[in-house]
């Protein structure tokens, strides 16, 4: 079992930033990556960007340049540095880890990032 905590949203003016958090916790032996997507009311849930055990870092073309997501091993936290938001881009932000165990998907509770124009 993994577990994923989100921490960091709120409420922001266009243009300003956000440093979201994704705590994970039991067995965190078995995440290959983790990732971050966004959920706006009446839309689907869409990838922003991930991190892979290794390092690797992918991005949703939108967020290029003004999303950053990055990890600390020792606190088992991956963040999204989210800069130069727009108001569009308010939604609840989830974190989403793969594991190579079943169920090999998990999903945190999400965090409210809300951008006012």
């Known amino acids: 079992q993994v577990q994923l905590v989100e921490s960091g949203g709120g409420l922001v003016q266009a243009g300003g930033s956000l440093r979201l958090s994704c705590a994970a916790s039991g067995s965190i032996f078995s995440i290959s990556a983790i990732g971050w997507y966004r959920q706006a009311p009446g839309k689907q849930r869409e990838l922003v960007a991930t991190i892979s055990s290794g390092g690797s870092t992918h991005y949703a073309d939108s967020v290029k340049g003004r999303f950053t997501i990055s990890r600390d091993n020792a606190k088992n936290t991956v963040y999204l540095q989210l800069n130069s938001l727009k108001p569009e881009e308010t939604a609840v932000y989830y974190c989403?880890?793969?594991?190579?165990?079943?169920?090999?998907?998990?999903w945190g509770q999400g965090t409210q990032v809300t951008v006012s124009s």
């Open positions: 989403h880890a793969e594991t190579s165990l079943s169920p090999y998907n998990y």
